[in-house]
């Protein structure tokens, strides 16, 4: 049986908020409700614990941060309190809605060996951001979805989609 958490999502931010330099993290104050402290989504936002009840963790302010369920899936599950914070810090990006793409460019270089920026380099010249549109089309649902019960892409799709297009540009300009 799950205890109910008590702590309000308000509290957290105000308490952290007054505690911490924002330019650590993925995410401004002004936006701490409702945008994720890691990767900075707008998302609904889940209290995670930073030391787990079940290692004693309580339930007041200091010992909770808002992620995503994305995240929070993630996020470190250990003792020191120390572990979240420098995990939180690790993944900062300035600028939001990047997060997950640069999570696909490492998945991307993970498993083709190469990077998307040196793989999409020869086409430099000829392509144009509308061309990507044409070659891809308006709907990426014909190449790609979310795992059922998802409402994203994950980055192994993200890099896939990458790949993809590669691939389409390869084969128009007739390069192997």
Not at 29 to 56: N, T, V
Not at 59 to 76: A, G, Q, S, T
Not at 88 to 106: D, Q, S, V
Not at 133 to 140: V, Y
């Given at each position: 049986?799950?205890?109910?958490?008590?702590?309000?999502?308000?509290?957290?931010?105000?308490?952290?908020?007054s505690r911490i330099d924002e330019s650590?993290?993925?995410?401004?104050?002004?936006?701490a409700l409702e945008r994720c402290w890691?990767?900075?989504?707008?998302?609904r936002l889940e209290r995670c614990h930073i030391i787990p009840r079940s290692l004693g963790g309580e339930d007041i302010p200091r010992n909770y941060v808002l992620l995503c369920k994305r995240?929070?899936?993630?996020?470190?599950?250990?003792?020191?309190?120390?572990?979240?914070?420098?995990?939180?810090?690790?993944y900062k990006k300035p600028y939001y809605n990047t997060f997950w793409i640069n999570r696909g460019?490492?998945?991307?270089?993970?498993?083709?060996?190469?990077?998307?920026k040196d793989d999409i380099a020869i086409f430099n010249e000829f392509i144009t951001d509308k061309e990507v549109k044409e070659i891809l089309g308006e709907d990426i649902?014909?190449?790609?979805?979310?795992?059922?019960?998802?409402?994203?892409?994950?980055?192994?799709?993200?890099?896939?989609?990458?790949?993809?297009?590669?691939?389409?540009?390869r084969e128009k300009y007739g390069i192997d």
């Amino acid at each position: 049986m799950t205890k109910e958490i008590k702590t309000t999502k308000e509290e957290i931010c105000d308490y952290w908020f007054s505690r911490i330099d924002e330019s650590n993290l993925s995410v401004d104050a002004s936006e701490a409700l409702e945008r994720c402290w890691r990767c900075g989504s707008k998302r609904r936002l889940e209290r995670c614990h930073i030391i787990p009840r079940s290692l004693g963790g309580e339930d007041i302010p200091r010992n909770y941060v808002l992620l995503c369920k994305r995240c929070h899936l993630e996020n470190p599950n250990v003792y020191d309190p120390e572990i979240m914070w420098d995990w939180l810090k690790a993944y900062k990006k300035p600028y939001y809605n990047t997060f997950w793409i640069n999570r696909g460019l490492e998945e991307y270089e993970r498993i083709y060996k190469s990077k998307f920026k040196d793989d999409i380099a020869i086409f430099n010249e000829f392509i144009t951001d509308k061309e990507v549109k044409e070659i891809l089309g308006e709907d990426i649902g014909i190449y790609a979805t979310h795992h059922f019960g998802q409402a994203y892409l994950n980055s192994s799709t993200i890099a896939g989609l990458m790949r993809i297009l590669i691939k389409k540009l390869r084969e128009k300009y007739g390069i192997d």
